[in-house]
């Protein structure tokens, strides 16, 4: 797991949001081996893909506010993650390549976020057996296993740690 990078004091100690999204998906990984109702099958890689995201968005802000002075906490909903990324590596005067590699892959799961979002994940949670399934968890079901999102998340925060140090 990757290290747990922590910017801002609670109860004494440091928190890192992504790195608590990070654990639940490790928690979620597990949860779909002990299940094999619906509910994991389609809801918990949802799930770990949201969560993905979210670690991906705590490191890039932790990141971003380490490497670049006038750096402000940004409300992902507005800035977009390739603007985000672009902006570190711009500070640490690094080139930036969306379509390749890790960022490609990150970029893509991030526009599945986005089309996920227009569904309650509960409606999928909270669903009988047999009942219809949005295609958009299938698809995430079928081309995002936790297994594969979450190593996409590591592998993206790992090269966000490394390149700020």
Known sequence: MTETFLPTPLFGHFQNPGYEFLLGIYWMKEAQVIGSSEKTRYYLPAK?????????DGYVDIVGSKVDPQWEPIDEETVPLKERLTGIYQSLNLPFDSNQGIWR??????????????????SVYD????????PIFKV?????????????????IELLLSISK
């Open 48 to 56: 770990a893909l949201l969560s993905a995201c979210n670690a991906i």
């Open 105 to 122: 892959d990150v970029l893509l799961m991030f526009r599945l976020r986005e089309n996920l979002s227009r569904f309650a994940l509960s």
């Open 127 to 134: 669903a009988k057996e047999g009942t219809v399934v949005p």
């Open 140 to 156: 995430v079901s079928q081309s995002y296993p936790i297994r594969r999102t979450h190593a996409i998340a590591e592998e993206a």
